[in-house]
């Protein structure tokens, strides 16, 4: 009986230090809603989110199918680029093709992937995007409404490395910067002051990962990259910079992923609206057969900042 009362006492007080452990641990920033936002409903298969809002419309474009269905991963149809449309960015309605996969011998007749948050300039859309064919480069279309795109006829531009992959663009000043990651999943980038001609010799950043997201708050880069394969384990790492070069790696972002994604997390874009940071991102929990879309919301300030273990 002794025994027993002590190992009850003991218990007791784990559990009570358990407790005001958790009551003093800081709690995440991140809302994740429980949820996905998006699942198309052609084939279920949506990876690789960008968005963009113009007028009273968000339009979301997506990775849609995939070259390898017959192995048992998801998608029908031809590898392409698709679109959504939504009047709130939580409710969204599937459009249908915004890229298709190239003719035999093209840059990305195998397929267009990973589309970049299109740009506005001198009223046309810039969206750059990942064509894989003989070798993984990246290129642009262009749109004047969002919905029609014509294919850079002089694709790919960022091509002198083994593999340029998952642009994406951030414009700063007049000057833009288009990042990517290389055949070791370094993250590089390029600058432009017209979003068509880009500097020669892209600069490291001394991040690591894949689908990047870069944002600037208070004076900090934060950049988010995707870690591990993108239907085992993938998750979102946070790096901070002063100044596009030397990230510091803050490890993996607190956050609560939900069921649904819990075979991949990342691999999205951030909106800011409402002081607020809107991460959309691509989601599965079956082997990569379904990705979703999901939705995670930060208060704007530098995520890396607070956001790292």
Known sequence: MRRTAVLVAIASL???AAAAYTEMAPPSAWQTRETPVYSDPDDHWAKDPSIIKAGDTYYMYHTSANPWQDAGEGGKGEPRIDYATSPDGLTWTRQGLAIEKGRAGEWDDTRPQAPAKPILRDGVYYMYYTGAGRKVSIGYATSTDLRHWTKNPRNPVIKDMSKSNDPFIHQEGG?????FND????VHYVTSANLVSWSSEPVLTGAVGEGNIVLKDQGVYTMLTAV???HRGEYYKSWTSRNLTGFVDHGKIKIKVPAWASGAFGHGDVIGRDNQYWLYFQGTSDGGKTFQIGLAIHPARPIGLDDGK
Do not use: D
């Open 183 to 186: 055949m070791q999943e370094r």
């Open 14 to 16: 784990l559990m009570t």
């Open 228 to 230: 591990g394969h993108s």
């Open 175 to 179: 000057l833009y910067h288009l990042f």
